[in-house]
């Protein structure tokens, strides 16, 4: 529980609070252009680590990727999750948190509709 409390419920608040508070305090001029760059540095180098140390896990425990080039692959595309998706991923907890308060789901069901005699299954 402490867990879930620290990093999922707490994190999304966190990462987007200072995707935020770092280019406000640079435009303000609190912080110097040649921090500003550090940190935003430190910040996709550190969210990098992450993501390739997950693949090297992945990797050393299940051996699922037969040939170099795949890895290579996942790789590439953790150097690119981590420059962009990764802060939209934060948004969309930080939104999801906000808008969840305590509700519980409920899924809703579709009403079937039927295929009509003149209309094509695809646009």
Do not use: K, N
């Not at 912080?31 to 969210?47: I, K, N, R, T």
């Amino acid at each position: 529980m402490p867990y879930l409390m620290g990093v999922e419920y707490l994190g999304p608040l966190l990462e987007v609070a200072g995707f935020a508070i770092l280019p406000v305090g640079w435009a303000l001029g609190l912080l110097d252009h040649s921090l500003f760059l550090l940190f935003l540095a430190a910040g996709l180098a550190y969210g990098l680590c992450l993501s390739l140390a997950t693949l090297l896990l992945e990797e050393l425990s299940f051996r699922r990727y037969r040939e170099p080039r795949h890895l290579l692959r996942l790789a590439g595309a953790a150097a690119v999750e981590s420059v962009g998706l990764r802060q939209l991923h934060s948004w969309w907890r930080l939104v999801a948190l906000l808008t969840w308060r305590g509700r519980p789901q409920a899924w809703h069901s579709a009403p079937r509709q039927g295929f009509s005699a003149g209309r094509p299954l695809s646009p």
